[in-house]
């Protein structure tokens, strides 16, 4: 008999990537498809799974170890205790001496001798920090050096941290339970084994209330209650539908006059009970600001959709944790994505974002692309133009900004017009002006690429119509203002340029299309040049005005020779 | 935006009018032809007005001047070595851009053709050497000084001249601006508020033009123009005066008419 899971609300989803996440022998990502490589046991459809009870076997070690790793103190710790027993080796001699000052004392004044004195203490006292935090260890150390005895004898701290490391590697599975113990209750709360006052056998008693029963299907039914969750199976005899599952999530047993007749008794299935129970491994932890937050990536259109964007936000977590995370993720699922389906989901995900140290409730990042929009972002030639935006950035005094995520934003926002790229214009400018306030590293091609992309925006998504010009044509002008700009350089006249661009740019913010026009006209005359012809559509629409005014002081400005010459 | 054409040659009849009006409707072929069409193959105020200056240094001679087949009558040139220089100002940079690009591509104008603009039987070419843009001053206040450039002309309902001692000048100059700033590629909508002027030092002048279709159909090689010179106040809202001083005071300002300049 096959149990069916289907796609619920937004913690139920977590519930099945995290269950898919601890099942993971079971499946493979093959070109980029997901793939059961048992369907008898396990097999992902399109808005369910099914899967056999066999499944259950061996679910309480995996459960465990999947929660073990995530949380990764353990591990993390051994290897720290062994860092600092070789730094306090490596004291011995001076040739150490950068590197570990560098390591523990970056912006103090210490020589050798003195580091020789400082770096014990330092490290004895991050240790005993450690242990505030680490109970057992702390209780199987028993009998801990004073800071005294570490001062005459940095020895002692040596012996103290290979004793620590060698009870922890003796007693793993002992650790391996508590910590369990502790990352998930910070998540669950005191369900189950989680309870404060079970302290052993931890995970006896997770393999004897899940584990066994779900495998040998011997959970107590209630009689007359189905499910309110899958409202298909019978639910699980006095089983609370409770904040035990999430602190935010569920009911409070204690809000009892929320609840019809005062009864806070809400049926759960066993099966329902376990997926909730899962939602963990669906969550991708992430310090953010010296404290883990979770994220997790929700949409409704299928598993595989589901557990697919979960595992690229996790692949992308690792590669970068700047303040930008989640319009990098959006961006790069939109130019990354090549399922066909990608214009209808990305319609409907969201990331959800919770900090589990306090109760409040999730944050929710929703994106909610129009159909059009989504479409807009997928076209191949536009992808390309916000490809070559990838590695731009700016900076404001000491504050960066990549380039990408905001036009992503603010195409998602409908604000993305030319105003930012007048800033980036000015940015670019000042920063060519060797500014001490502002840094850059866009280039005029790259500009020119966003003015396309801001006109192509403009006139599609925000006018429905087409553009007033085309992009060839937006690149023609781009190059005679680059043909108009070597003409300056070759007679001398090269600082024009700039005073050319500031007038040009203030024409352009204001929207003073005679203003433009007045210097465009000068500048050709001056310099004998035939006025290129397509400023004649600038002259009478508006929205050409700023696309080719833009073109033609991006190529301005510019000092390749020839469009996409200097594309990385 | 007005801008000043340096023209090399060595003489040219005070009738050149219509055949600057030539020039500038080649240069448009040349470079924007469909905005030449738009100007020329419809009856619509042209938005721009042009002058001709000579130079300091100049004789003014009498010659026998074959205006087509059918013409040739005896009027003034002005001879001299130097440059002649036509300004031309208007409101539409699309008109400047085709002015600028056709007249680099044209370089060398043909004033006389075989049969026609002939002066004492002899052709003559104008040289266009170089282009340049002038400043304009700007107009913020509601009173403004002009002095004409070349004469301005208001005419009547009945195409009558009016000139600008007669009393119904004011009215009849108001009814011919409000009409030409409401053609939508000048302005779109009539005068802000009513001009209102006062002539300082004008006189009446007569002009001497020639339009080929005139000649056709009156049988007669030249027309008589009554315009306006001087020096005038002229106040309104300074957006419209900005327009006129553009686009020149006053109808036939694209056949060289009505062109001011701030005092």
Redesign the interface.
């Known amino acids: 008999m096959k149990e069916k899971i289907y796609l619920n609300d937004w913690l139920y989803n977590a519930g099945i990537v995290g269950f898919l996440k601890i099942n993971s022998h079971l499946w493979e990502v093959k070109d980029e498809k997901i793939i059961s490589k048992d369907e008898n046991l396990l097999k992902i459809s399109d808005n369910y799974i099914d899967f056999d009870r066999k499944i259950f076997d061996g679910f309480a070690k995996r459960f465990f170890d999947y929660a073990f790793n995530q949380y990764g103190r353990y591990e993390n710790l051994i290897k720290l205790f062994e860092e600092y027993i070789e730094d306090l080796k490596f004291l011995d001699f001076e040739e150490n001496y950068e590197n570990l000052k560098n390591k523990y004392f970056k912006n103090q004044d210490t020589d050798f001798e003195k580091l020789q004195k400082q770096l014990p203490l330092e490290i004895f006292d991050r240790f005993k920090k450690i242990l505030q935090g680490f109970t057992l260890l702390k209780k199987k150390l028993e009998k801990i050096p004073s800071k005294n005895e570490i001062k005459k004898d940095k020895n002692l701290l040596i012996k103290l941290l290979e004793r620590a490391v060698q009870i922890m590697e003796k007693d793993r599975e002992e650790f391996w339970e508590s910590d369990v113990q502790i990352y998930l209750r910070k998540i669950y709360g005191q369900k189950s084994f989680l309870n404060r006052a079970v302290n052993k056998d931890r995970f006896e008693k997770f393999f004897n209330e899940f584990e066994k029963p779900l495998k040998d299907k011997t959970t107590k039914k209630d009689k007359k209650y189905l499910c309110i969750s899958c409202m298909e199976r019978p639910a699980k005899k006095n089983t609370i539908f409770d904040t035990g599952l999430s602190k935010f999530y569920g009911l409070n047993p204690d809000a009892i006059n929320f609840v019809w007749n005062f009864n806070s008794k809400l049926p759960l299935c066993e099966i329902c009970e376990i997926i909730y129970f899962s939602y963990f491994a669906g969550l991708t932890p992430l310090n953010k600001n010296g404290k883990t937050v979770f994220y997790f990536v929700n949409s409704d259109s299928s598993v595989e959709e589901l557990l697919r964007q979960n595992l690229l936000f996790e692949k992308l977590l690792n590669q970068d944790t700047s303040e930008n995370l989640l319009l990098n993720f959006f961006t790069q699922l939109i130019l990354e994505t090549e399922h066909r389906h990608a214009i209808y989901t990305l319609q409907n995900i969201s990331v959800l974002e919770l900090d589990l140290t306090n109760e409040m409730m999730p944050k929710v990042y929703s994106f909610n692309l129009s159909k059009s929009k989504a479409k807009f972002l997928k076209d191949e030639k536009n992808k390309e133009l916000l490809q070559r935006l990838s590695r731009i950035y700016y900076k404001i005094k000491d504050e960066k900004f990549s380039v990408l995520p905001e036009t992503v934003e603010k195409i998602i926002n409908n604000s993305l017009d030319y105003n930012y790229l007048n800033k980036l214009t000015r940015i670019y400018l000042s920063n060519e002006n060797k500014s001490k306030q502002y840094e850059t590293n866009v280039r005029t091609y790259h500009l020119q690429s966003l003015n396309v992309i801001t006109s192509k925006f403009l006139s599609k998504i925000i006018g429905g119509k087409d553009m007033p010009v085309s992009e060839k044509e937006l690149w023609h002008i781009y190059n005679r203002g680059l043909e108009l700009s070597q003409e300056l350089r070759k007679k001398n006249a090269e600082n024009k340029i700039q005073s050319i661009s500031y007038k040009l740019l203030n024409a352009l913010r204001v929207g003073n299309?005679?203003q433009f026009?007045?210097v465009l006209?000068?500048t050709?005359?001056?310099y004998?040049q035939?006025?290129p012809?397509s400023?004649?559509k600038a002259?009478?629409d508006k929205e050409a005005f700023y696309s080719l005014g833009y073109s033609f002081l991006n190529g301005l400005l510019g000092k390749e020779n020839k469009e996409g010459e200097n594309n990385e | 935006m007005r801008i000043k054409i340096l023209i090399k040659s060595n003489k040219v009849p005070f009738l050149y009018r219509h055949r600057v009006v030539s020039l500038i409707k080649e240069a448009l072929k040349k470079s924007d032809s469909d905005y030449k069409d738009f100007l020329y193959n419809n009856q619509i105020t042209k938005p721009f007005s042009f002058n001709l200056v000579f130079p300091q240094k100049r004789q003014i001679q009498t010659a026998k001047i074959q205006i087509d087949e059918n013409f040739e009558i005896e009027d003034k040139i002005v001879i001299s070595d130097g440059y002649f220089s036509l300004f031309v100002s208007s409101i539409d940079y699309r008109f400047i851009i085709g002015l600028f690009n056709g007249l680099k591509r044209l370089k060398t104008f043909q004033f006389s053709s075989n049969t026609d603009m002939l002066v004492n039987g002899e052709k003559i070419s104008w040289q266009i050497k170089n282009i340049s843009v002038l400043n304009e001053r700007p107009i913020k206040k509601e009173t403004v000084i002009f002095k004409t450039n070349s004469p301005v002309i208001v005419e009547d309902r009945d195409d009558r001249p009016v000139l600008f001692n007669e009393e119904r000048f004011e009215k009849e100059l108001n009814e011919v601006m409000d009409r030409i700033l409401k053609s939508p590629h000048i302005k779109g909508k009539g005068l802000e508020k009513p001009l209102r002027f006062k002539p300082l030092v004008m006189k009446k002048s007569i002009i001497k033009h020639t339009l080929k279709s005139f000649r056709e159909h009156t049988g007669k090689p030249v027309m008589y123009l009554t315009g306006n010179s001087g020096v005038f106040k002229l106040s309104g809202h300074p957006e419209d005066l900005k327009i006129l001083y553009e686009v020149g005071i006053g109808t036939k300002t694209g056949q060289g008419f009505g062109m001011v300049e701030v005092l």
């Open positions: 299309t005679n026009m007045d006209v000068r050709y005359m001056a004998g035939e006025i012809s400023f004649v002259v009478s």
